[in-house]
């Protein structure tokens, strides 16, 4: 006799019969096999209710169940065993449809039992671990999982992850993604957003823009420039789930030192005039602002380098006026004057620019605003005075002397424009070198690098090459071929495949090339699902990105149009990760050890761009291949790979796949072959790319050599590639350098103690010292 | 000793050891996930 049962978590309770008729009763009216009887015993107005044939049947069922498990002698049957019994009672009493719906129903129940399982242990993890601890939180380097919004975003994050594996996703696409086979990047915001943007700066300044908290003038001087720049990377942020890029940094900005230097030109020309004339600044002031704004509205304004055109017409007016003699003074002492104040007050612009970017919040406080910005084709004086300051500001570092994280800066380089001596932004391009060789940015991008000139029109900005800092590149535009630019345009979403576990599976490259078809197709699929989820989201969804016209075409929207048109000038991209092992997989060697493996490698990779280019057409929209930056997903995928093959040596003996195609990391490798063999992938994966090399010791001691591989990089086609070397910082005296096991300034070893009477005798010898805040 | 000589300024503090991960910075090593640091320890030099 059952008088107990066990439950899952091994409770005991009492048996219930009722419990388990009541299930069999649901698996009958999912399969429709008692309709007939139900219909027949209504029509005879048979005494029995309709309901009641159904729980009678339902309850035989259940007692034979119980016949059976007593049979086998049970007395405190497990959930498990109860639901083994109903299966077999429903196939021997003849209600086979039934028992199926019933097989079908316990696999989704323990589907579901499952995944909350799986949640309430993923949030349990994010509550009670720290980050030091927990892979989970510093799966993006970028959020601090420990802090209490870091936490929240988390929380929302993981279970809007479940909610759309579960609900959204289709079966086929979810259970690739959880598989393994492929990764759905950024899947928490499946169904509320796109990826990223590059926002032209000077459309978004006309006329002002509003924030979604406020509107916000037209700027009128290089430090509102800078202020406003950092506030619209800071709202667009949030409407988007990936980073936010300016692709015209140098010539918005210009525009901003135009206007203050116009101001401090007048502002000390009136001051000259009232010491020489001594006359007072009410009768002077007037008298240039009237003629500065008739001259203006023909076109003459005072400029950084001064133009004969508005100097003559200036002096021919005040000598009317005034002393001929004396206007010419005041002249040149408002030019110098405004020079070096306007030099100054960029300068300080630049310098909060970064330090916003590195302290304003985003995302609920997780985290700042993950921010790019490219530069270095505008050769005009405002615009150099610009790139100048940001340089040496980024040089300084913030505060204490700390690298900053953000803005990723991105030097344009061109032929006849920054690379070569006597280009004029050459003294710019080795700025940058210098800067980038002590702070590691900024990156360089290459204008010249085939793929990017092809779409480049000297006087156009809008068809400069534009990278977002971590790599993702849109200018091609097969929706709208008239428009191949990149102001505006950014990705909608991208999803990778694990090229490695194709060759581990299929091991020979003919049967590798039919599952990778297989697999390209299977995330075409999915992007376009995706795709059409994004589509029917409206403008009010997005206040700042199509609501203030930053995403191209969005301003001809109205608040509750969808954006279904307009995100067609985006980008859906597939990516990979780990060709480095797929080709050890296949052949037992990389493409950094041997030929003909760097020859399959074009092959694999320059087949799946003939997949995306051929999507393209057949769409009607923009598929790219994207070389996937992969921080989170360098360890998932071959976590998830040795636990299904083994090790394998050389594929997955380590805890991460290689990054997208580079060479191993751990390869021997010269610095020019290494950038050699990776360039011609830069050719291929036209929606991303980046190719770095790793520098020993202090390359500020060495700028010659860090130039010639930037030179190299130009070279030999690379389109955007930066330079590795440690950036260490001793925290306790401010040291930044390499730091070996001693801090070659105050001689403190990690982790071990100085005194004060140090600290003062440093000081002397190091004035800009921070002071060291931590407890003694 | 005076209490100057004395003092200890950053006992148990760290160097900070900033590394690129991917194309971007994301602060010192610690940040890393599991996988990624892997790749930072293993990484070689490259001769110019």
């Known amino acids: 006799m059952i008088v107990t049962v066990k439950k899952r978590d091994g409770r005991e309770m009492p048996f219930n019969i009722e419990k388990i008729s009541a299930a069999i009763e649901k698996a009958f009216r999912a399969s429709g096999e008692l309709d007939e009887q139900i219909k027949a015993s209504q029509d005879q107005l048979n005494l029995l209710g309709n309901d009641d044939v ?14 059976l498990l ?26 086979a449809d039934t028992a199926k719906s ?15 399982t799986r949640l309430m242990h993923t949030l349990r993890d994010i509550t009670f671990s720290s980050a030091k601890e927990s892979d989970l939180k510093r799966e993006n380097a970028n959020i601090d999982g420990d802090t209490a919004m870091g936490t929240m975003l988390k929380y929302g994050s993981e279970s809007a992850k479940h909610f759309y594996t579960m609900m959204m996703l289709k079966p086929e696409h979810s259970r690739a993604h959880s598989e393994g086979d492929i990764h759905i990047h950024d899947l928490d915001f499946y169904s509320l957003t796109m990826t990223c943007c590059q ?23 290089i430090r509102s420039y800078a202020a406003l720049a950092a506030i619209a990377i800071q709202s667009n942020q949030n409407d988007q789930h990936g980073g936010q890029s300016i692709p015209n940094f140098d010539y918005a900005m210009a525009d901003g030192v135009r206007i203050t230097y116009r101001k401090a030109y007048l502002s000390n020309l009136v001051k000259a005039l009232i010491l020489f004339t001594g006359k007072e600044e009410e009768e002077i002031l007037p008298v240039v602002k009237k003629l500065h704004s008739e001259m203006a509205e023909m076109g003459m304004v005072a400029t950084l380098v001064p133009n004969e055109k508005f100097q003559d017409a200036e002096a021919r007016e005040l000598s009317k006026v005034y002393d001929t003699e004396m206007v010419m003074k005041a002249q040149k002492f408002a030019e110098k004057q405004a020079y070096e104040e306007t030099d100054k007050t960029t300068f300080q612009a630049m310098e909060a620019f970064v330090h916003n970017l590195n302290s304003m919040h985003s995302r609920a406080g997780a985290q700042t605003p993950f921010s790019s910005i490219n530069y270095g084709m505008c050769t005009e004086p405002e615009a150099r005075m610009v790139m100048r300051n940001l ?69 156009h900005p809008e068809t400069e090459i534009s990278y977002m800092g971590c790599r993702t590149r849109v200018i091609g535009n097969n929706y709208d071929p008239t428009r191949e630019i990149s102001f505006g345009r950014g990705n909608l979403s991208f999803t990778s495949i694990n090229l490695p576990r194709i060759a581990i599976k299929m091991k020979s490259v003919d049967l590798f090339f039919k599952e990778l078809d297989r697999m390209l197709q299977l995330v075409s699929d999915q992007l376009m699902e995706r795709f059409a989820v994004q589509s029917r989201r409206k403008v009010k969804n997005f206040p ?13 929207l109205g608040w509750e149009d969808t954006v279904g048109e307009v995100i067609k000038h985006g980008t859906l991209s597939i990516g990979f990760i780990g060709l480095a092992e797929t080709l050890v997989a296949l052949t037992g060697k990389h493409h950094g050890e041997s030929e003909a493996s760097q020859e399959l490698g074009l092959k694999i990779i320059g087949h799946m761009r003939e997949f995306c280019d051929k999507e393209s057409k057949r769409l009607g929209l ?25 090790i394998i040596p050389g594929v997955t003996d380590r805890d991460y796949y290689t990054n997208s195609f580079h060479v191993p990391v751990y390869y021997k490798i010269s610095a020019f072959k290494k950038l050699s063999l990776e360039a011609p992938y830069h050719a291929l994966t036209n929606a991303g790319h980046i190719s770095y090399v790793e520098l020993d010791g202090d390359p500020t001691q060495n700028l010659d050599a860090f130039e010639k591989i930037v030179h190299h990089m130009a070279k030999v086609g690379i389109g955007y590639g ?34 004060e009477a140090k600290i003062e005798e440093l000081r002397k010898l190091y004035p800009g010292m921070p002071a060291f805040k931590g407890i003694r | 000793m005076s209490e100057k000589e004395l003092s200890k300024y950053g006992e148990g503090v760290g160097f900070e050891r900033i590394r690129r991960i991917t194309g971007y910075l994301v602060g010192t090593i610690d940040r890393f996930n599991n996988a990624k640091r892997a790749e930072v320890n293993d990484r070689v030099k490259h001769g110019v």
């Open chain 1, 391 to 459: 340089l040496l500001t980024t040089d300084e570092g913030l505060g204490g002397g700390e690298t900053a994280i953000f803005p990723i800066q991105i030097f344009r380089v061109k032929e006849g424009i920054s690379l070569n001596p006597g280009d004029p932004n050459y003294d710019l391009f080795k700025l940058a070198c210098k800067v980038s060789a002590k702070r590691l940015f900024p990156n360089f991008s290459f204008q010249d690098a085939p793929y990017n000139l092809q779409y480049y029109k000297p006087g």
């Open chain 1, 722 to 755: 930066s330079i590795n070397h440690p950036v260490d910082r001793d925290p306790v005296c401010g040291f930044v350098g390499v730091i070996g096991d001693c801090c070659p300034r105050c001689g403190r070893s990690e982790g071990h103690a100085i005194s």
């Open chain 1, 102 to 116: 019933y097989i079908l129903y316990r696999a989704e129940r323990t589907r579901i039992r499952e995944v909350n």
């Open chain 1, 54 to 67: 159904l729980s009678s049947t339902a309850l035989q069922v259940a007692a034979s169940a119980v016949g």
């Open chain 1, 70 to 95: 007593e049979a086998e002698g049970k007395v405190k049957p497990e959930i498990e065993e109860i639901q083994d019994a109903v299966e077999k009672a429903l196939t021997e009493g003849g209600y």
């Open chain 1, 544 to 556: 700042f990105l199509m609501g203030q016209g930053v995403w191209i075409d969005s301003e001809k």
């Open chain 1, 622 to 646: 923009n598929f790219s291949l994207l070389a996937t930056p992969a921080e989170g997903l360098s360890g998932r995928f071959v976590r998830m790979d040795k636990k299904k093959f083994g």
């Open chain 1, 199 to 221: 926002i032209d700066l000077k459309k978004l300044f006309k006329g002002g823009f509003n924030t979604g908290h406020g509107h916000l003038r037209e700027p009128k001087d």
